[in-house]
């Protein structure tokens, strides 16, 4: 695997160095050097730009209690799109603003959610913002009494029950 990495980041660099050539014959040396730092900044004002509608779409879409994929799509495409264009060259610049058109960015996100599997967003969410458990080594024991109100106000998580309330254990 690190043989394929290495392979791959050889190619990148080979590619990149000869698209900088390439530009830099045609339009001058110093002027295809900054255009570097140019599309640095092009894609990190797409991404604020961009970014802010997207994330006001997803953010309305969660107080409802939706998950909507095609926002988290495009979110997801739009990070790869600045990312992709903070990488220094041409090649990346070309394959980040194609991240950034609006047709396009739903596809290349809906394949990078597929790519991690995300299948059910929900059972993500839920699962990590669901309430304040303390985790399973911090709970004392199974045993609450009324007399604690600390434990007997927090919800206790038992073998994957949620148990709420308060009760006394009797002899």
Known sequence: MLFYILILFGLYGWVEFEALIFIGSEIGGLASFLGIFVTAFIGMWLLRSQGRAVLA?????LTRGEVETASLASGLSL????????????????MGIL??????RFLIGSALLSRFQLVNVQNMFGQRFSSGFSPASDRRDSTTYSNDRRAS???KNLDGDIIEGDFEKKD
Do not use: E, H, K
Request: proline content about 10%; hydrophobic content about 50%.
């Open 99 to 104: 991240c950034f058109i609006p047709g396009l």
């Open 153 to 155: 106000s927090q919800p």
């Open 79 to 94: 990070l790869l799109g600045a990312l992709l264009m903070l990488l220094p060259g041409y090649v990346t610049d070309a």
């Open 57 to 61: 779409r997803w953010q309305a879409n």
